[in-house]
């Protein structure tokens, strides 16, 4: 059976996430593979940008940057 050489492992934060991370990080240390693991942060929806008083918008990126 031929081995994996690279994994890219989309990742989200719902629930099972660190189960997932977990079973990659197995097969690529079985496989001797590389793993790249991807998180996208979404862009805050404009109608919320406007709601939001309390921090800007580049910080509540950064702190849910710094979160992940």
Not at 15 to 31: C, D, H, P, Y
């Amino acid at each position: 059976m031929e081995r994996f050489k690279n994994i890219l492992l989309l990742l989200n934060q719902e629930a099972g996430s660190g189960s997932i991370l977990q079973r990659a990080t197995t097969l690529a240390k079985n496989n001797r593979a590389r793993l790249t693991v991807v998180d996208i942060i979404e862009e805050l929806p404009s109608n919320i940008r406007m709601l939001v008083v309390a921090e800007s918008p580049m910080k509540l990126r950064e702190l849910v940057i710094q979160e992940r």
